[in-house]
C-alpha cells in the first residue's frame, strides 16, 4: 500500500461531543456510525490534552539451564482511558461521584464526596481523524479508578483527570474500535 496523506490521523473530537457515559446495561453501539442510545450522556468539553488511551502488557522471561531466554509469557494486560472533563454540569458530577451522590434541582446541584465505590459504566470515545475517518472507542465495562487533584485558579479550567480502567466483558475484550473510513476495500 503506497504513502497517502490522507490517511493521516490527528485524535480530533466529534463536533458536538467526543466523549459519552451511559449505565451498564444500556444498548451497546457496534459501529462508528449509528446513533447512540438516549442513555448515552456527554460529558462536554474535554482538556486541550484529549483523550489518553494506555494499554499495558506486563510479562516474564523464563530462563533455562545455563541462561537462555527459552520463552517469555504475559503476568497482566491493563488499559485505561483518561481525559479531564473542564465543564461543571451534573454529567460529569455523575462519572465523578456516582448518580446517587448528585442531586439536581431547580438552579442547584449539591455533589457528595464520599467513599462509596462508583459503579461500572459503559464509555464511548468519538473522533474525526481525517476528513474520510470516524472512529469510535466503546469501552462496555469502565471504572474510574483514579482522580486527579482538582486546581482552582484562574488561570485554568477546574477540572480533574479522570482514568477509567477497562475491564473484559463476557467475551474478554476491554474495548472495542469501530471505524468507518471512506473509500476502504477488503484486501484481496
Same mark, same amino acid.
Given at each position: 500500500?503506497?504513502?497517502?496523506?490522507?490517511?493521516?490521523?490527528?485524535?480530533? /473530537?466529534?463536533v =458536538? #461531543?467526543?466523549?459519552?457515559?451511559?449505565?451498564?446495561? *444500556?444498548?451497546?453501539? !457496534?459501529? @462508528?456510525? +449509528?446513533?447512540?442510545?438516549?442513555?448515552?450522556?456527554?460529558?462536554?468539553?474535554?482538556?486541550?490534552?484529549?483523550?489518553?488511551?494506555?494499554?499495558?502488557?506486563?510479562?516474564?522471561?523464563? /530462563?533455562?539451564? =545455563? #541462561?537462555?531466554?527459552?520463552?517469555?509469557?504475559?503476568? *497482566?494486560?491493563?488499559? !485505561?482511558? @483518561?481525559? +479531564?472533563?473542564?465543564?461543571?454540569?451534573?454529567?460529569?458530577?455523575?462519572?465523578?461521584?456516582?448518580?446517587?451522590?448528585?442531586?439536581?434541582?431547580?438552579?442547584?446541584?449539591?455533589?457528595?464526596?464520599?467513599?462509596?465505590?462508583?459503579?461500572e459504566k459503559?464509555?464511548?470515545?468519538?473522533?474525526?481523524?481525517n476528513?474520510?475517518?470516524?472512529?469510535?472507542?466503546?469501552?462496555?465495562?469502565?471504572?474510574?479508578?483514579?482522580?486527579?487533584?482538582?486546581?482552582?485558579?484562574?488561570?485554568?479550567?477546574?477540572?480533574?483527570?479522570?482514568?477509567?480502567?477497562?475491564?473484559?466483558?463476557?467475551?474478554?475484550?476491554?474495548?472495542?474500535?469501530?471505524?468507518?473510513?471512506?473509500?476502504?476495500?477488503?484486501?484481496?
Amino acid at each position: 500500500m503506497p504513502n497517502d496523506v490522507s490517511s493521516v490521523a490527528v485524535g480530533k /473530537p466529534k463536533v =458536538g #461531543g467526543a466523549v459519552f457515559i451511559a449505565p451498564l446495561g *444500556s444498548t451497546l453501539p !457496534t459501529d @462508528a456510525t +449509528t446513533v447512540l442510545d438516549a442513555a448515552f450522556k456527554c460529558l462536554g468539553y474535554i482538556s486541550e490534552d484529549g483523550v489518553v488511551v494506555t494499554e499495558e502488557r506486563d510479562s516474564e522471561t523464563i /530462563p533455562a539451564w =545455563g #541462561g537462555d531466554t527459552v520463552a517469555t509469557v504475559q503476568t *497482566s494486560y491493563t488499559e !485505561t482511558f @483518561a481525559f +479531564t472533563p473542564i465543564e461543571v454540569n451534573p454529567v460529569v458530577a455523575a462519572a465523578e461521584y456516582g448518580d446517587d451522590n448528585v442531586e439536581v434541582t431547580s438552579g442547584k446541584m449539591t455533589v457528595k464526596h464520599n467513599s462509596k465505590e462508583l459503579p461500572e459504566k459503559i464509555l464511548v470515545i468519538e473522533t474525526v481523524p481525517n476528513s474520510k475517518t470516524v472512529d469510535r472507542f466503546m469501552v462496555p465495562r469502565a471504572k474510574l479508578t483514579e482522580k486527579g487533584d482538582l486546581t482552582m485558579a484562574d488561570s485554568e479550567p477546574m477540572g480533574r483527570e479522570c482514568t477509567f480502567t477497562a475491564l473484559p466483558d463476557d467475551s474478554g475484550n476491554t474495548a472495542y474500535e469501530y471505524m468507518t473510513i471512506t473509500g476502504l476495500a477488503p484486501s484481496e
